[in-house]
């Protein structure tokens, strides 16, 4: 069974090369990969950047400029592993640097060296020294409603994916700074991918947005539909691949060969599969290689 590749996507309003051009910056052994411009007939301005894909410490990441409805909360943050402490205030001098300190860069408990920041942009780091882990962690903050349901989430998301399996979950226990058995930190996998959860009962004035959503590619049309079902049962379903499952989390499903057509350097291929994408809602395969191909 071939598995589905996930990777974050971050959605700016008109940022996006300039947000990634920092965080390239700010984390060692990271760059870009490739910048798309948008054609004539796409939401955002013709020539303006569509989407900018980069690695941080090898890992890829993409970046979209979606316009103004798409904002970042912490209820999504990327941690940052590192070796050391040296290196954690290396990478958190630039990411602060504007931002907003949440968490101030201080010895914690669960960590030698730790900070949680939002940075110019709205996107929210937590800097932290984990020698040997995967090196950027997306982090998942169940609050307000969906407090109390990571647990469930986690096993949700692990009997899409193949090849996916709970690392380690930390619960709270009784007279703790939160209700007892709710997570305090849960670590799972996803085809391989490790992200991380945890649950706060405490007032936040911010959820789940689409700011940041995990774009999966996925080979076949059977995987596409297996995936997007799944989420989407109790989710929302939206344009363009994009679904918000029943816990808020957002997604993009997308066939693998999307990414090549749509930056295919022949202009008008890539407008008739960009066009195509733009009327739908769960992608088709076999559509988007008609339009690639002209039928």
């Known amino acids: 069974m071939s598995v589905p590749t996930i990777t974050p996507c971050l959605t700016y309003d008109r940022q996006a090369e300039e947000a990634v051009r920092l965080y390239v910056a700010a984390i060692p052994g990271s760059e870009i990969l490739n910048v798309t411009r948008c054609g004539d007939k796409e939401p955002q301005p013709a020539g303006s950047v569509r989407t900018v894909r980069f ?41 602060a640097d504007g931002g907003m300190v949440l968490m101030p860069l201080d010895e914690y408990p669960f960590a030698s060296r730790f900070g949680w920041v939002q940075d ?3 996107v929210s780091w937590q800097v932290m020294v984990a020698p040997g882990r ?7 903050l169940f609050v307000g409603e969906r407090h109390g349901l ?30 007892a058995g709710t997570v305090e930190q849960a670590r799972f996998s996803l085809g391989g991918y490790e992200l991380s959860a945890t649950e706060s009962s405490l007032g936040h004035a911010f959820t789940f947005s689409q700011g940041i959503s995990f774009y999966v590619r996925c080979r076949t049309q059977a995987e596409i ?18 679904v918000v499952d ?36 769960k992608l088709d395969l076999e559509t988007l290689k008609r339009a690639y191909a002209g039928q």
């Open 55 to 95: 690695t941080l410490g090898g890992q890829e990441l993409m970046a979209v400029n979606g316009g103004p409805p798409f904002t970042f909360t912490p209820a999504v943050s990327l941690f940052v592993h590192c070796e050391t402490a040296a290196e954690v205030d290396a990478v958190w001098e630039p990411l």
């Open 120 to 122: 110019r942009f709205g």
């Open 134 to 140: 995967q090196r950027i962690v997306p982090g998942l």
């Open 150 to 179: 990571a647990e469930e989430a986690i096993n949700r998301y692990v009997s899409l994916f193949p090849e996916s399996g709970v690392i380690d979950v930390r619960r709270y226990g009784d007279g703790g700074p939160e209700p």
């Open 225 to 242: 539909d297996r995936l997007w079902d799944g989420l989407r049962a109790g989710g929302t379903p939206q344009r363009c691949g994009w």
């Open 246 to 281: 029943r816990f808020g989390v957002s997604w993009q499903i997308a066939p693998a060969a999307a990414w090549e057509m749509v930056n295919d350097p022949d202009a008008t291929r890539s407008q008739r599969v960009v066009d195509a994408i733009l009327g739908m809602t």
